[in-house]
């Protein structure tokens, strides 16, 4: 247990749908980092939360949306699905000298 | 984002040492090197970081090149279970909040029994 936790684990749902995926931070980490893997390509950075703020933000689509909440447990919400939406995403918490942790990721299959 | 190079894949032998290396020649004096592993279908996971001085870890050793243009992540002896994709990030310091962390291709490692 990498102390981040990502529910759920998978999900299969139809395109135009829209999804919730959560992440829980590890313990006294105040970031929250979601990162999409398609099938055979690289991590793509999403979107960075610190202490509630939205911190920096990379590729993320306009259909994408997320926040992070007081508990710090953040959430991201993706709607109008496609079928190219498929993939591995995984969230990272990060605190002050205590580096980077993933979780294990929510696998999204858009049918 | 300072970007990084490494080779696309290497091999080696099970309990033989494996030399890793990542090119940084864009590295500011801020600049943490970090390395990530990959298992499949799994997250990220840590091996190690520095900043200036060689580390070691339970997991592996890193030197980092005097001039700090290139690093090498050492595992000392190879197992079935090192196999995964081996991702160096640069990431700068800052003092609250956090850098994200930026993913390059990384390197596929394979090892043979």
């Known amino acids: 247990d990498s102390g981040v936790t990502q529910t759920p684990k998978h999900l299969i749902t139809a395109t135009g749908q829209r999804v919730t995926l959560r992440c829980s931070p590890r313990s006294g980490d105040l970031s929250v980092y979601w990162y999409q893997q398609s099938l055979d390509q690289g991590l793509q950075f999403l979107i960075q939360y610190y202490n509630g703020e939205e911190r920096a933000k990379g590729n993320i689509l306009e259909r994408f949306s997320a926040q992070q909440f007081p508990d710090l447990h953040s959430e991201l919400n993706l709607s109008s699905l496609e079928l190219g939406d498929s993939a591995l995403y995984f969230c990272?918490?990060?605190?002050?000298?205590?580096?980077?942790?993933f979780g294990s990721g929510t696998r999204l299959t858009v049918v | 984002d300072a970007k990084t190079t490494q080779p696309n894949s290497m091999e080696s032998n099970e309990e033989e040492p494996v030399h890793l290396p990542c090119n940084h020649s864009?590295?500011?004096?801020?600049?943490?090197i970090h390395w990530y592993r990959q298992l499949p279908s799994q997250g990220p996971e840590y091996v190690i970081h520095g900043l200036t001085s060689n580390v070691n870890n339970r997991m592996a050793s890193l030197a980092i090149a005097e001039d700090r243009k290139s690093s090498t992540l050492i595992l000392h002896r190879a197992t079935l279970r090192d196999a995964a994709v081996y991702y160096c990030i640069l990431t700068p310091f800052i003092i609250q909040g956090a850098q994200k962390l930026v993913f390059g291709q990384g390197t596929r490692l394979t090892i043979n029994p």
């Open positions: 864009t590295i500011s004096g801020t600049d943490y």
């Open positions: 990272a918490s990060s605190g002050q000298s205590r580096g980077y942790t």
